[in-house]
């Protein structure tokens, strides 16, 4: 059975560079056949990046999000939920992030 790797983009800015990088990433692990491979792009939801500075921003949010919603106990916020299923298949992750 192939390992299975999720690379995660982790910058929504614009202009970023992290895209290349992912892109590069991902040839990489497609020239391996003994993986396969999923390139979780952040940016794929232009909310996202939003939300998370709401609920950072905001102490009740925060503590909304991570008390008995904190998301090791599955509950996560709707936006969040495809990339978590995606992320949850995975045997390995690389994360791309900025400097």
Do not use: C
């Amino acid at each position: 059975m192939a390992l299975h790797v999720a690379a995660i983009l982790g910058s929504t800015r614009e202009g970023r560079v992290g895209s290349r990088v992912g892109l590069w990433v991902k040839q990489q692990l497609a020239a391996r056949p003994d993986l396969t491979h999923d390139l979780i792009d952040l940016s794929d939801d232009p909310t996202l990046g939003t939300q998370a500075e709401a609920i950072v921003d905001d102490p009740v949010m925060l503590q909304t999000h991570l008390g008995p919603n904190m998301p090791s106990s599955g509950n996560y916020p709707t936006s969040v939920r495809p990339y978590a299923a995606r992320i949850a298949q995975a045997d390995a992750l690389i994360f791309i992030t900025p400097e």
